[in-house]
């Protein structure tokens, strides 16, 4: 694709390629993209809520479906439409990985006590930096310090993981240097923080790959809101910030998740759990063999979702001769 990448541009290029390949748009159950605010107007099948320039609004919007089938196809699906879902809808649902690292995001907008220790861990690895390249260190083996960077997924989990690493280097170094070095109690705050991130870490670099990934969406956020639980339990009274911080992590995730989760939210997608439901990986321990009331209520829904899905297969080949 060519400049400019204009909504429109990517719109037209998105139908040509639709009409190329033989795609009925009526199998396009959803559109997966990232939250720029060419992609979110390139599609026409979203609310109004979507057409905000703040990432955060975006990334918070889900689109509604809205049906592609002809005029005669509407009328007949409009039976019985109060305890059906609109199957065979285009709507657009934007990146799972992406949004779960706006919820990561909170550790630097709501700790401004470790800007000291993200402050020292910079200037640490800028100047391994300057002495010793990754590619070079790499070709002989050692490990180098990580900076920070603000627009690579869990770099700030990379960072302190990588430096917890080499604590006992680091500490030589700085001393040797005459650099400010941690405290103990600093220290003890990185590997807490690293422990709160590992789980958001490790279900990033799954849920961003090409393959597959739909059936785990709903298990990584299950696991991930009992991460958050029982690491706010486990510094309830040791460290009340961490734990307050990872309360209201929680509280960000249900909102942001709610689409998923959430039955009874205004834009729930029965999408992600349907796609759970099918995996015999995953749906067992997440839906079926699970008592929470929840995710029994997610359960139906999926089931609902698919039987809904093929009895329209079903009447459309029956149609069709």
């Known amino acids: 694709m060519v400049h400019p990448h204009t909504a ?25 993209t990232d939250n720029g605010s060419n992609m979110v107007a390139a599609f026409p099948f979203h609310t109004a809520e979507e ?21 005669s196809n509407n ?9 059906r879902y609109d199957y065979g809808t285009m709507e657009r649902t934007p990146c799972v990985a992406h949004t779960l690292q706006l919820v990561v995001n909170m550790l630097l907008n709501k700790e401004p006590q470790s800007e000291d220790c993200w402050t020292k861990q910079g200037t640490w690895s800028t100047s391994s930096a300057n002495h010793l390249s990754p590619q070079s260190a790499c070709c002989r083996g050692l490990l180098v310090l990580i900076k920070d960077c603000p627009t690579r997924w869990s770099s700030c989990y990379s960072m302190m993981a990588r430096c917890l690493q080499l604590k006992d280097h680091v500490t ?36 961003q790959s090409d393959t597959q990934s739909l059936s785990l969406v709903v298990p990584a956020l299950l696991d991930l809101r009992n991460h958050l639980s029982e690491f706010s339990l486990a510094y ?33 997608s029965p999408l992600a759990a349907a796609a759970c439901f099918v995996d015999p990986s995953v749906s067992a321990e997440t839906l079926i063999e699970n008592d929470d009331e929840g995710m029994q209520d997610l359960l139906r829904k999926a089931e609902d979702y698919i039987a809904t899905a093929c009895h329209d297969e079903e009447w459309k080949c029956e149609w069709s001769r």
């Open 172 to 207: 030589a170094v700085a001393e040797s240097m005459g650099w400010d070095s941690l405290q103990p109690s600093e220290w003890q705050k990185i590997g807490m923080l690293r422990d709160l991130l590992l789980p958001f870490a490790e279900h990033t670099k799954l849920l």
């Open 75 to 83: 009328n007949v699906l409009q039976e019985g439409e109060d305890d």
């Open 8 to 32: 429109q541009a990517i719109s037209a290029l998105v139908e040509e390629s639709i009409e190329a390949w033989g795609i009925p748009k009526e199998k396009i159950l959803t559109t997966i």
């Open 236 to 268: 309830a009274r040791t460290y009340r910030d961490a734990a307050s911080l990872a309360q209201k992590m929680l509280s960000n995730m249900e909102r942001r998740f709610s689409v998923f989760l959430n039955v009874t939210a205004t834009k729930f």
């Open 51 to 71: 057409a905000t320039t703040s990432e955060d609004s975006e990334l918070d919007s889900f689109s509604s479906p809205s049906s592609l089938c002809s005029e």
